[in-house]
């Protein structure tokens, strides 16, 4: 049986960005999980954002989720000491702790057969980000990188997300290959039990992200315009800045839609379904779940040549891969898709196809317990 530590409330829509709770119902389902535990305590979060305060607000930003301030140590520490806490006086015995992430160390006082986490993204490659502002010679982040370090040497085993994170943690945090494994990842909603129908004209490129430049919003504009120049039919909808951040010919600014409510919820699946493609040129993406949940709905998808989404992302069979923040490469893409409607569509298919086949959340509770019993039974 497997009692899980996470970063939040196990089965809030919120936590760790959704992948708790879907990741956890799915294990439920398995009938394998014994138990969930919320490792933060009240306050934490507040505490470590005051100690990440700098004066430019991207760096500020980029400490906190670096775990790289001055008071980061402590608080990962309170981390681990109220998760192992909290989990011994649930008085269960599980075979598995499985911890959700890296960003703290719940050893204290446990005794699992063996002590898993799940991760999306580890610190050596979130300071590999075009837009990294953190030193990464300077002892805070030498610190984080080191206390990241012990934590996975704790660990038996690693699951990750893609085979890029995978590579990173055993090339920049020196683990074993034989305990890193990728089990991948699923999508964040109720998958549609089968692809909508739509009008394939005129083009209709959907973008959802909140970090519209990491997202490589500003490319994605910029190859828009060079589209719009051919197509002057095609249309931009962009779901995630609260706000419109310029006016142009053809682009749609829809704010930030929330999804916990059902209005929201009603509003983003319609989006889904009245797009003709999905779009999202990241220059830094740790996995690219959204993309997922297009696939969902049959869309096809353009993303970038880097990190995680040639993993996610089949080019020329569920959709495009353009070359990082190549904005006239991008509209190619773009264009491609525009001029081959039906070429599209099957490629949306091919996407629903991939989706229901291998990234589903019950596909991943799947690979993760039969690797754990594998695991156990070896250690017998």
């Known amino acids: 049986m497997i009692l899980t530590i996470g970063p939040g409330h196990p089965f809030h829509l919120r936590t760790w960005s959704g992948i708790s709770y879907w990741l956890l119902n799915a294990l439920k389902e398995q009938g394998v999980l014994e138990g969930s535990v919320d490792a933060r305590p009240r306050g934490v979060d507040v505490l470590e954002r005051i100690g990440s305060w700098n004066i430019h607000r991207e760096r500020w930003r980029q400490r906190y989720w670096a775990h790289a301030s001055p008071l980061s140590g402590a608080v990962r520490a309170l981390l681990g000491v109220t998760g192992a806490r909290r989990a011994r006086t649930m008085n269960s015995s599980p075979d598995v702790v499985l911890q959700l992430g890296a960003g703290f160390d719940a050893r204290s006082g446990l005794r699992p057969r063996l002590r898993c986490s799940y991760s999306d993204m580890h610190l050596a490659l979130f300071l590999t980000r075009p837009d990294n502002l953190l030193d990464t010679s300077t002892p805070l982040v030498r610190k984080a990188l080191d206390r990241e370090r012990r934590t996975f040497d704790s660990l038996d085993v690693i699951f990750t997300m893609s085979d890029w994170l995978r590579d990173s943690i055993i090339t920049d945090a020196g683990q074993d290959p034989g305990k890193v494994v990728t089990i991948g990842t699923g999508a964040n909603i109720n998958i549609p039990a089968s692809p909508p129908k739509r009008n394939l004209a005129p083009p209709r490129f959907l973008f959802v992200g909140m970090r519209f430049e990491r997202k490589g919003g500003r490319y994605l504009l910029d190859a828009f315009d060079l589209v719009r120049s051919e197509r002057p039919d095609a249309e931009l909808w962009i779901v995630g800045p609260e706000k419109s951040l310029e006016q142009r010919e053809g682009v749609r600014w829809f704010g930030r839609i929330d999804r916990s409510s059902p209005a929201g919820e009603a509003e ?72 081959a409607p039906e070429r599209a569509q099957e490629m949306g298919l091919e996407g629903y196809r991939r989706l229901t086949g291998r990234f589903t959340w019950e596909h991943v509770a799947r690979r993760m317990v039969t690797e754990m019993e594998g695991r156990l039974r070896t250690a017998i």
């Open 268 to 339: 983003i699946r319609r989006l889904y379904t009245e797009a003709t493609a999905f779009v999202m040129p990241s220059v830094f993406e740790p996995a690219g779940m959204v993309f997922l949940e297009a696939m969902a709905y049959a869309l096809p998808c353009v993303g970038s040549n880097c990190c995680a989404m040639p993993e996610f992302i089949a080019h020329g069979e569920s959709g495009l891969l353009a070359r990082r923040a190549d904005s006239e490469d991008l509209a190619a893409q773009l264009l491609a898709l525009a001029s």
